[in-house]
């Protein structure tokens, strides 16, 4: 199974503040995903990405949200301006086999 | 959009019986269905999946069924133990690699 990690693994912040996750495969990969869990919840898709580009995302990820891969390894999921409601753990997922990251827990105040 | 249905939420077996999860997708275009296991504050954990190329995949005491005429697949464990208790959650892949992930399935094992 791939490695990947994810840094940090938990964020506080207050609303309206941005906020920066990242996701760092152990080896090159093409394909990064990022998902969404609000606790108790299932696991929500936000966007993916081939390639250097964004092939797909959904309604979540709207103008709020962007991704980024600045260095060619490490993953970003910026999340601008966040909302009370953006508490969840955020899993990035790679290979087109889709590994999950350990997580991070957004917490929103 | 892809609409995946599992069930049940909740499955409560005795330890060495079999547990059966069953999910519909609505998207006849899906291809790829995988399922994960998450433990309490884990990760997802992808433990099998297949491909719409095959209708039967086997792990040990894991086995995956997958019906594309009726779009419903199935996770079979056999001879359960309590460290199987966790939540199953089933998904259905569409395009650019999207999973949609069915809402959830509690295993609870009870030795």
């Known amino acids: 199974e791939p490695e990947v990690t994810q840094t940090p693994s938990h964020q506080v912040t207050q609303m309206g503040q941005e906020v920066i996750l990242r996701c760092v495969p152990i080896?090159?990969?093409?394909?990064f995903y990022w998902y969404r869990q609000i606790l108790g919840q299932k696991v929500e898709f936000l966007v993916s990405?081939?390639?250097?580009?964004?092939?797909?995302k959904s309604e979540i990820f709207d103008d709020q949200f962007s991704v980024e891969r600045p260095d060619g390894s490490n993953f970003t999921l910026k999340i601008r301006s966040t909302k009370l409601e953006d508490s969840a753990m955020y899993f990035c997922?790679?290979?087109?086999?889709?590994?999950f990251g350990p997580g991070t827990r957004l917490t929103v105040l | 959009g892809e609409n995946v249905e599992q069930h049940p939420s909740t499955l409560s077996v005795q330890e060495g019986d079999s547990a059966v999860i069953k999910c519909t997708y609505s998207?006849?275009?899906?291809?790829?269905f995988p399922w994960y296991k998450q433990e309490l504050g884990k990760r997802p954990q992808l433990i099998i999946d297949i491909r719409s190329n095959v209708g039967e995949k086997k792990d040990q005491r894991i086995a995956v069924t997958l019906n594309k005429t009726a779009k419903h697949f199935s996770l079979h464990i056999t001879e359960t133990q309590p460290e199987d208790s966790a939540v199953y959650f089933c998904?259905?892949?569409?395009?650019?690699?999207?999973?949609?992930f069915g809402g959830g399935t509690r295993l609870m094992v009870k030795p």
């Open positions: 997922a790679i290979t087109d086999t889709q590994y």
């Open positions: 080896s090159n990969h093409l394909y």
């Open positions: 990405f081939y390639n250097n580009e964004i092939s797909e």
């Open positions: 998207d006849s275009a899906s291809n790829y």
């Open positions: 998904a259905a892949e569409g395009a650019g690699n999207m999973l949609t």
